[in-house]
């Protein structure tokens, strides 16, 4: 599970749960200061025009484990895994 969202994750697929609603299908994205989860189920602050061709965007402001608490949004986890490094 993510527990603070860095720039390195921006446009990264992951998924996540929003109130209680599962998101399967979410990009991470930043405008600003502020960072975004952008799917197409829960209409929340928009991040401007470039939700990374999703319909919505959930902000989370610093992307800290306590902000994302307290915007009702759990579980985040990315799902493109860092591939394994061989020499």
């Known amino acids: 599970m993510i527990t603070q969202i860095t720039d390195a994750m921006v ?3 992951v998924t996540c749960k929003i109130h209680s609603h599962i998101i399967k299908d979410a990009k991470i994205q ?4 502020n960072y975004y989860i952008c799917q197409n ?5 928009s991040c401007g025009s470039d939700k990374l061709g999703y319909s919505y965007s959930w902000c989370v402001n ?3 484990l306590e902000i ?7 579980d ?5 895994k860092a591939l394994p490094i061989f020499n």
């Open 11 to 13: 446009g990264k697929k």
């Open 30 to 33: 930043k405008t600003g200061d």
């Open 41 to 45: 189920s829960k209409q929340g602050s």
């Open 62 to 64: 610093n992307g800290s």
């Open 68 to 74: 994302m608490k307290n915007n009702n949004l759990y």
């Open 76 to 80: 985040l986890e990315l799902v493109e």
